[in-house]
């Protein structure tokens, strides 16, 4: 056993220098650890500390102050970004933008098994809150700008990178939003490159596919509240508050949205069909020729994952009620969130929410109403280069097109014509990566190969 634990020991202490056995790869890490380690969490870090911090990273790689842009607004003062821009040879030819976000879902440290702002390295893993999301591609983004520059890259095609703030949260400032609507020409670009997309790795951490994503749900929260005139608690009543909102919510958690299809998801389902084989590949062919086929549905929807992707879903993530111990609660209100298919509405979801509460709950559809994704075209010109450098670094693996389960800022760029594509590249396990959870974490591997794979995407549209 000591043994063992020795070599154990060994392992993880020489695990950082194979993984960093490269100078750029050294440079890469320092970058992203301290961006990792910048609390970006809305209302308690500063995603506009991080943005300096890769602001300086550029300038010290040659970029000119022209070259960057900062922005904020006054009552966010924290929430601020960047945009920073290498410019192409070919005028005629159009930009394309490389997005990220800084900000991350809020972690408590007596809930983590380690510190969630410091960037641990364990067992073949960076451990960390934004190990993944975003910052894995936030970090990639800025150091091949980085090293663009540093190594006299000069691209026929103008390349400008977005790191925002906001997307984690849909009543805070959010950057995408604001450059949409105030600096549209700041980031205008022929498509953009962006967070949804990735690969998936089995249980044994082989890797089984890549993804490109091509379009996503929108992301909608709804109010539930109950009220009652409440009262004394030694004299109950069936008229309770909590009572009708529990109702409400296992109503809601009881409801199965109908499966649809779109073009997209059509053609990630009849590929996973195809791989998959036995009762799974037969149940989804089913479920494609009969979404009604609520048999092939049970067992397609076994995967959480496929199971999000055929449909609208909703579930209570919020709840408060009462007033004190000893009194009739007065009150009581859950936050739904719903991710709805595309082609369906936030108003047509409010309208079944309104059914499965029943007469004694309220339903309100929260502000701000996102706008509704367009998903971008299976554009060849974007697809191809994505194939011939995958087939590069990850031969003999498929690339499918897939529709995200959640939602990103890139609604805000289809909005005003930018095609936005979840790039391929980086693997994660769904049921063990963390994201949005505890102990998130990332394949110390698997971040360094979808760096090479990124940046050698990004030249092959560059030029």
């Known amino acids: 056993m000591r043994n063992v634990t020795i070599l154990a020991a060994l392992l993880a202490t020489t695990a950082p220098a194979i993984a960093q056995s490269r100078p750029d790869q050294k440079a890469f890490f320092d970058l992203y650890k301290e961006m990792v380690e910048t609390n970006t969490v809305v209302n308690v870090g500063s995603c506009t500390q991080a943005a300096a911090q890769v602001g300086t990273r550029l300038k010290g790689a040659g970029y000119s102050d022209s070259d960057i842009t900062y922005f904020s607004v006054p009552d966010h003062p924290r929430d601020g970004g960047l945009v920073a821009v290498l410019k192409g040879s070919d005028a005629t030819a159009k930009p394309i933008l490389l997005l990220a976000h800084l900000?991350?879902?809020?972690?408590?440290?007596e809930d983590w098994e380690r510190d969630p702002f410091k960037l641990i390295e364990e067992g073949g893993y960076y451990y960390a809150r934004g190990s993944v999301d975003d910052k894995a591609m936030a970090a990639i983004w800025a150091d091949a700008m980085v090293r663009f520059r540093q190594q006299g890259y000069h691209p026929k095609r103008t390349i400008k990178l977005a790191l925002t703030c906001g997307e984690e949260t849909t009543f805070a400032f959010n950057g995408a939003q604001w450059l949409a609507q105030n600096r549209p020409d700041l980031?205008?670009?022929?498509?953009?490159?962006?967070?949804?997309?990735?690969?998936?790795?089995?249980?044994?951490?082989?890797?089984?596919?890549l993804a490109v994503q091509v379009g996503e749900k929108a992301a909608q929260n709804y109010t539930l509240v109950a009220t009652n005139p409440g009262g004394h608690s030694s004299v109950p009543t069936p008229d309770n508050a909590i009572y009708e909102l529990a109702d409400a919510i296992r109503?809601?958690?009881?409801?199965?949205?109908?499966?649809?299809?779109?073009?997209?998801?059509?053609?990630?389902?009849?590929?996973?069909g195809e791989r998959a084989g036995g009762e799974l590949g037969d149940a989804i062919r089913r479920l494609l020729a009969n979404p009604n086929d609520s048999a092939a549905d049970a067992i397609v929807s076994r995967d959480k994952v496929l199971h999000s992707t055929l449909r609208t879903t909703c579930v209570a993530t919020?709840?408060?009620?009462?007033?004190?111990e000893n009194a009739l609660p007065q009150r009581a209100t859950a936050n739904v969130n719903c991710r709805i298919f595309p082609g369906e509405t936030v108003d047509g979801t409010l309208a079944t929410l309104q059914k499965l509460a029943g007469a004694k709950v309220t339903v309100t559809a929260n502000q701000p109403v996102r706008p509704t994704a367009v998903p971008p075209t299976l554009d060849p010109q974007v697809i191809d280069p994505m194939?011939?450098?995958?087939?590069?670094?990850?031969?003999?693996?498929?690339?499918?097109?897939?529709?995200?389960?959640?939602?990103t800022d890139g609604v805000f760029l289809e909005a005003i014509g930018i095609p936005v594509y979840g790039v391929p590249g980086t693997f994660i396990d769904p049921a063990t990566s963390g994201i949005h959870g505890l102990n998130e974490r990332i394949g110390v591997k698997d971040?360094?190969?979808?760096?090479?794979?990124m940046v050698d995407l990004v030249k092959a549209y560059a030029g």
């Open 447 to 453: 971040l360094y190969d979808a760096r090479d794979y």
């Open 251 to 272: 109503a809601v958690q009881g409801h199965e949205f109908p499966v649809r299809f779109t073009d997209t998801t059509r053609a990630y389902f009849t590929a996973t």
């Open 318 to 324: 919020l709840l408060n009620a009462g007033h004190a």
């Open 187 to 209: 980031i205008a670009a022929e498509f953009a490159l962006n967070e949804g997309g990735g690969g998936r790795l089995d249980a044994q951490g082989k890797r089984q596919l």
């Open 387 to 407: 194939k011939r450098v995958a087939a590069k670094h990850f031969p003999g693996l498929p690339l499918l097109p897939m529709m995200s389960t959640g939602a």
């Open 103 to 109: 900000d991350v879902v809020a972690a408590k440290r």
